[in-house]
């Protein structure tokens, strides 16, 4: 996150709004923020309640091992139809590449 915490301008130029969306509550965003990672100036999103309702819907709520209930890490750009552009999951251990994101957005200019 901080990663894209750092690069919103650049994405922001090529008309691109990064948001994060994930199953944890408000509060947890906001602690993991405080204690962890730095406050963020993008929109931090919870799919709390009903748990998981958008993480299901694209396909990353994991409902088996290794840990059920939490959600994958990935990332989805859509473009301004409506439709995805790009999909891509990452094991969670490993941060998306901004490059590789910024290159796939500017394709789409």
Not at 42 to 69: K, M, N, W
Not at 74 to 89: E, L, N, R, Y
Request: contains cysteine; proline residues 6%.
């Amino acid at each position: 996150m901080p990663a894209f915490n750092s690069d919103r301008e650049r994405f922001a130029a090529l008309n691109a709004q990064v948001l994060d969306i994930s199953i944890d509550s408000i509060l947890s965003h906001i602690a993991w923020q405080k204690k962890e990672i730095g406050m963020m100036q993008l929109p931090l999103c919870s799919d709390f309640y009903p748990h998981g309702a958008v993480t299901q819907a694209f396909g990353i709520l994991r409902e088996g091992p290794p840990i059920a209930g939490i959600c994958e890490r990935a990332v989805f750009i859509v473009d301004k139809s409506g439709k995805i552009a790009f999909a891509k999951v990452y094991p969670l251990d490993q941060t998306p590449d901004n490059a590789e994101l910024l290159r796939v957005l500017q394709k789409m200019q």
